[in-house]
């Protein structure tokens, strides 16, 4: 069992920031050698990658299309997943979702296929 908490999210005007964050737990959840991340998908749209954390070494992957604005990371002490959103667009509108799973090589957020474990989800609505 894995569970997969998100929160954050909210109404936010173009250029303003937000900080989503991801509570993992479960008796199935391991720290070790997951790989963490985020996808969105706006109404009509199909899923898209946004940014991953590969906790066996810290390395992370951005999508392009958030590239430099923003930022993923991991508080170890409590499992908990972060995504610090700057500088957003009316194009970032979107419901965000946390995933996870276990030895992904490379981890990143190019196939979502790849993640079984994925949480309700926190919608993002930029104006």
């Known amino acids: 069992h894995v569970q997969l908490v998100e929160s954050g999210g909210g109404s936010v005007q173009t250029g303003g920031s937000l900080r989503l964050s991801c509570v993992a737990s479960?008796?199935?959840?391991?720290?070790?050698?997951?790989?963490m991340g985020w996808f969105r998908q706006a109404p009509g749209k199909e899923r898209e990658g946004v940014a991953s954390?590969?906790?066996?070494?810290?390395?992370?992957y951005d999508a392009d299309s958030v590239l430099g604005r923003f930022t993923i990371s991991q508080d170890k002490s409590d499992h908990t997943l972060y995504l610090q959103m700057n500088s957003l667009k009316p194009e970032d509108t979107a419901m965000y979702f946390c995933?996870?799973?276990?030895?992904?090589?490379?981890?990143?957020?190019?196939?979502?296929?790849?993640?079984?474990?994925w949480g309700q989800g926190t919608q993002v609505t930029v104006s």
């Open positions: 954390f590969s906790t066996a070494d810290g390395a992370t």
């Open positions: 479960g008796s199935a959840y391991s720290a070790h050698s997951a790989c």
């Open positions: 995933v996870v799973d276990w030895e992904l090589p490379p981890c990143t957020v190019e196939e979502d296929t790849e993640f079984g474990y």
